[in-house]
């Protein structure tokens, strides 16, 4: 059974969380507050790895990974916002991997309290191809973001960002890619 991981927190196109709750909500019967704008990072969305050494070509690729989604929810109550995300991934196993199984590494980010340490959190999630695939999809397990804001009417501005964790190398062939 999966437990969910908390981050606490005193600390491209948009998504935006659906299914808010609010305990206060379901009493009174009044609209939920907003979730906070969940984003990923069009730079971070997704990373190529090469093999060790100066080639950069499709025979020394290792591993190529893409968020491809995720779900959440969020809820209220006396200490501000609580948000759940689970991110999901596709994942291919390059020519120039060694074996079956791979790590990735994400973040999850707000950037409203940079340049805290709590503004950015890093996962890593291990990734294992089935035999005979080159290609997996993993969703890791669930995390849990705790924003103390109590005034519902500026949880908007607590934007919260995903993205794979890339070396420089790595972000710049992002951006290159994209021109």
């Given amino acids: 059974m ?15 969380l ?4 609010s305990i206060q909500s379901v009493v009174t019967k009044k609209q939920p507050p907003p979730c906070p704008p969940v984003y990923i990072l069009s730079d971070a969305s ?3 790895r090469f093999r060790p050494g100066p080639g950069r070509d499709l025979t020394d690729v290792e591993l190529e990974a893409e968020i491809i989604g995720f779900k959440g929810a969020c809820g209220y109550d006396e200490r501000g916002a609580e948000v ?18 791979a790590e ?3 973040f999850i980010a707000i950037p409203k309290y940079f340049p805290a340490p709590e503004a950015k959190a890093e996962f890593t999630l291990p ?5 005979g695939m080159n290609q997996a999809r993993a969703t890791d397990e669930s995390v849990v973001l705790r924003i103390p804001v109590k005034d ?15 070396s420089a190398e790595e972000l710049e062939m992002n951006r290159r890619s994209k021109r």
């Fill in 46 to 48: 997704h990373v190529t």
């Fill in 104 to 106: 990735l590494t994400y």
């Fill in 127 to 131: 990734v294992e191809f089935p035999e």
């Fill in 152 to 166: 519902r009417d500026i949880i908007t501005n607590y934007e919260i960002y995903l993205g794979l964790q890339a």
């Fill in 84 to 101: 759940e995300l689970q991110v999901a991934f596709e994942v291919k196993r390059g020519p120039a991997a060694t074996g079956r199984k």
């Fill in 18 to 21: 659906s299914g808010c709750e």
């Fill in 2 to 16: 999966k437990t969910s991981r908390l981050l606490a927190l005193a600390v491209a196109a948009p998504f935006v």
